[in-house]
């Protein structure tokens, strides 16, 4: 088996060692893409291409901040972070090709996505030696989710997960591998591929061996725990998303601090915070019944009230516009529309109740059966507007509104034709 490897003459030194983060290198080329973003090339880096899932590395070359890194036909391009005009010379200066530079991998970013690269290795592992399902899809963002060929329930998820972090702990050593075509007829390994040659295989000790292009751990117990966060049935597989490492610490701070908050919310400890939480939920549920039968006896009161003012109203002579009013004044809109939906049934006039108080104000709304040309309620809005102040609009059969006026003065309105 060889150890140094190179494509379009460039050594990747994130194959054979994922922890070199600072090295140097020749410039190949340096040239800008159509956003006007320097692309260079070096006859050697440490920058992992986006590839296998795993997102390309960032860093610097020479302090030019390298923003991403991507792999083409042509070669390894590493792409420079947008440069300030004043500064583009420079660039040019520093990166021609033929320059010797200094680079650095931003190791942080790096070693966070391995945690959880590795992590989704020994997953789909586990998985494939427990149920022989294998990894159709896989991508590695904030989170990693990949897909399984085959269904899985909570349980046996709990099951592989629990298995994972037993791996994590025996600290399994982790090593790179490229086989031979010869060597590798004999290999029993995990691809999405029909794999004969130049193949790099990750090997997890015991537990998995899965052909890979990306930068590995030295072993399980630099991953530090894995977690499921979610999954889901997908295309008759399963589709799992997990954290590794310092993206679920990460994860555990913040699902901490939101418990601490619950905590004191409900005053209740640590271990018993859902049961307060469901307590709470069925007493809110408790209270609003409560408030909803309340709601519906005023609301049956005030249709009595109103149809007695009615029954009072049509003893008196009928003027040009029969009309009355009630007051609801803790109502909400709802309740008062449905006195009056219910009162306009039996009669012929225009119904107004009013909600609020003679601080500040009163809305109201107007309605009645049928729209009747001899009077028009958008009349009554103009009148209501002139003699009462605020403002209003609406249909034929329903007006609402506010008004500036205090009771006295509405009632008095109501009552003159
Ligand atoms: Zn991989």
Same mark, same amino acid.
């Not at 009072?312 to 009013?325: D, F, L, N, T």
């Not at 803790?330 to 006195?339: F, P």
């Given at each position: 088996m060889k150890n140094e490897r190179s494509e379009n003459n460039i050594e990747r030194i994130y194959e054979?060692?994922?922890?070199?983060?600072?090295?140097?290198?020749?410039?190949?080329?340096?040239?800008?893409?159509?956003?006007?973003?320097?692309?260079?090339?070096?006859?050697?880096t440490a920058f992992f291409p986006e590839g296998g899932g795993q997102g390309g590395d960032r860093g610097s070359i020479e302090g030019f901040a390298v923003e991403d890194t991507q792999k083409t036909e042509e070669g390894i391009l590493h792409i420079l972070?947008?440069?300030a005009v004043h500064l583009e010379e420079k660039v040019k200066e520093v990166l021609a090709p033929g320059r010797e530079v200094g680079a650095e991998v931003d190791f942080a970013l790096r070693f966070r996505r391995m945690?959880?690269?590795? +992590?989704? &290795?020994?997953?789909?592992? %586990?998985?494939?030696? !427990?149920?022989?399902?294998?990894?159709?899809?896989?991508?590695? /963002?904030d989170v990693v989710t990949f897909d399984l060929s085959g269904p899985l329930d909570a349980e046996q998820i709990a099951e592989i997960e629990t298995a994972c972090n037993e791996a994590v702990w025996k600290n399994a050593p982790i090593s790179v591998l490229f086989p031979t075509s010869e060597e590798l007829k004999?290999?029993?390994?995990?691809?999405?591929?029909?794999?004969?040659?130049?193949?790099?295989?990750?090997?997890?000790?015991?537990y998995d061996l899965c052909a890979c292009?990306?930068? +590995?751990? &030295?072993?399980?117990?630099? %991953?530090?725990?894995? !977690?499921?966060?979610?999954?889901?049935?997908?295309?008759?597989? /399963?589709?799992?998303?997990?954290?590794?490492?310092?993206?679920?610490?990460?994860?555990?701070?913040?699902?901490?601090?939101?418990?601490?908050?619950?905590?004191?919310?409900?005053?209740a400890g640590r271990e018993h915070t859902a049961l307060f939480a469901s307590e709470y939920a069925n007493k809110t549920n408790l209270m609003h019944e409560e408030i909803l039968n309340l709601k519906k006896q005023i609301t049956s009161a005030g249709v009595s009230e109103v149809k007695s003012i009615i029954r009072?109203?049509?003893?008196?002579?009928?003027?040009?516009?029969?009309?009355?009013?009630f007051f609801m004044k803790?109502?909400?809109?709802?309740?008062?529309?449905?006195?009056i939906n219910e009162c306009v049934k039996e009669y012929e006039g225009v119904i107004c109740g009013f909600r609020g108080n003679d601080r500040e104000g009163y809305r109201y709304v107007c309605g009645r059966k049928t729209a009747d040309e001899a009077y028009s309620l958008k009349d009554l809005a103009n009148k209501m507007k002139e003699n009462l102040g605020g403002r209003g609009g609406g249909s034929e059969v329903m007006i609402q509104g506010s008004v500036d006026a205090k009771e006295d003065k509405i009632r008095r309105f109501f009552d003159e034709d």
């Open positions: 054979t060692d994922a922890y070199r983060t600072s090295f140097r290198a020749t410039v190949t080329d340096l040239r800008r893409d159509k956003s006007g973003k320097f692309l260079v090339q070096l006859d050697r972070a947008p440069v945690q959880n690269h590795i +992590a989704e &290795h020994l997953f789909c592992g %586990i998985a494939n030696a !427990k149920y022989g399902y294998d990894n159709v899809g896989f991508h590695l /963002t004999d290999l029993e390994f995990r691809s999405k591929l029909e794999l004969s040659e130049g193949v790099r295989l990750v090997k997890i000790e015991g292009c990306a930068p +590995a751990l &030295h072993s399980t117990g630099e %991953i530090g725990v894995i !977690k499921v966060i979610d999954f889901m049935p997908h295309r008759g597989g /399963t589709r799992i998303t997990l954290l590794a490492g310092r993206s679920a610490w990460e994860d555990y701070l913040l699902i901490d601090s939101q418990m601490r908050d619950l905590m004191k919310l409900f005053s009072e109203k049509s003893r008196e002579p009928a003027g040009e516009m029969p009309k009355v009013c803790d109502a909400d809109e709802v309740m008062v529309r449905n006195v």
